[in-house]
């Protein structure tokens, strides 16, 4: 498989749209995460969306645990630009009440409603306003008085109950997830899915971890699955900020080739023994530096010259470290320069800007 034609892979599947988003088929795969505040605290959620918009998210999730919440919603629309996806369990009046505030599609299980009048009240409110609901299957909360065990079987059957309602009123402006806080689960649920249904797919590992783990976690499941063709929109789930998840879902779809647009990439190494300057001080400051910066750069920060002049030839400019501390600063058909540790962050920050 050529992974550079990763989107010729994509199956052709309805295409849904979440405010100006288009999710599924040859649209690009988005990148959402979900916000930590309390939904109620207008100036607190509102902030977060704005600087999860600031570092590139596509869509954002909001819980909805109550009327007040659900009302919010109309104040944080106007205070913020991203589409906003209303996260709702069990109660179909903060369903209506969400899609009354403005936002631009639900997360909910129409199972999870056990009145068949109120799915249809709900349902018939998404259709007039031509929202995308989301079914979300998570292996924790699969229902256990139905399901015994959590296999990706389970969890696609599961799927394939809420739709089914759904369809039934003549409703398919549907997207999907199927997620499990087990990797090899989530993979095989997903293709399942994907085998059987024409509804895009929403990827993510759920209940992912701190950081590291579910940047291990997230990325293997989710690399994947999109190297085969599988998934439209996605979420890293982390337990912490937000922010972070937005980062990592960008830098995947970087990293696979599929976000065209600027940025800046940071190649390091991982030090050794030769290593006399603090190459990970550098590359982090770097990295945060660069995070909106729409520029098309590659910046190698390697920690000596054994191979930091080889990787810096590739890219657009590079730093390598010195046996005294310091620093060499190598560019393409250009003589090296010789920078002092003190001066090298002032020094590359200089060079970003003037690229
Ligand atoms: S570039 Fe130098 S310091 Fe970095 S890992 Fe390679 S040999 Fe070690």
Do not use: W
Request: hydrophobic content about 40%; overall charge neutral; proline content about 3%.
């Amino acid at each position: 498989m050529d992974i550079k034609n990763i989107n010729d892979i994509r199956k052709k599947v309805k295409t849904v749209k979440i405010g100006n988003i288009l999710i599924g088929s040859d649209n690009p795969i988005s990148v959402q995460s979900m916000t930590n505040t309390d939904t109620r605290d207008i100036k607190s959620t509102a902030e977060q969306i704005k600087s999860l918009e600031n570092a590139g998210v596509d869509i954002v999730r909001l819980a909805v645990l109550d009327m007040d919440a659900a009302k919010a919603i109309k104040e944080i629309k106007k205070q913020t630009k991203v589409p906003l996806i209303a996260d709702i369990h069990f109660d179909h009046n903060l369903a209506l009440e969400s899609m009354k505030s403005g936002i631009d599609a639900l997360r909910l299980n129409p199972g999870n409603i056990k009145n068949k009048e109120k799915v249809k009240e709900v349902i018939k409110e998404a259709k007039d306003r031509n929202l995308t609901i989301r079914v979300g299957v998570n292996g924790g909360s699969l229902d256990r008085s139905i399901y015994k065990e959590v296999t990706a079987e389970n969890m696609v059957k599961s799927a394939a109950e809420h739709i089914k309602l759904m369809e039934d009123l003549d409703f398919t402006n549907i997207k999907v997830s199927l997620k499990s806080s087990d990797i090899k689960t989530t993979i095989e649920a997903n293709m399942l899915f994907r085998e059987n249904f024409n509804y895009p797919i929403h990827l993510g590992v759920t209940e992912a971890g701190t950081l590291r783990s579910s940047l291990i976690k997230s990325t293997s499941a989710l690399s994947f699955l999109i190297m085969q063709g599988i998934g439209d929109t996605i979420r890293y789930s982390i337990t912490g900020d937000p922010l972070e998840e937005v980062m990592a879902g960008k830098m995947l779809l970087k990293f696979l080739g599929l976000r065209k647009e600027p940025s800046i990439e940071i190649i390091s190494c991982p030090t050794c023994g030769r290593c006399q300057v603090n190459v990970e001080e550098v590359a982090s400051f770097i990295e945060k530096h660069v995070q909106n910066i729409k520029k098309n750069i590659t910046i190698a920060i390697m920690g000596c010259v054994v191979n930091g002049p080889g990787e810096a030839r590739h890219a657009d400019f590079g730093v390598a470290g010195t046996a005294d501390g310091n620093f060499i600063f190598f560019e393409k058909n250009n003589e090296p320069i010789k920078v002092s540790r003190d001066n090298i962050i002032d020094f590359l920050t200089k060079k970003i800007e003037e690229f």
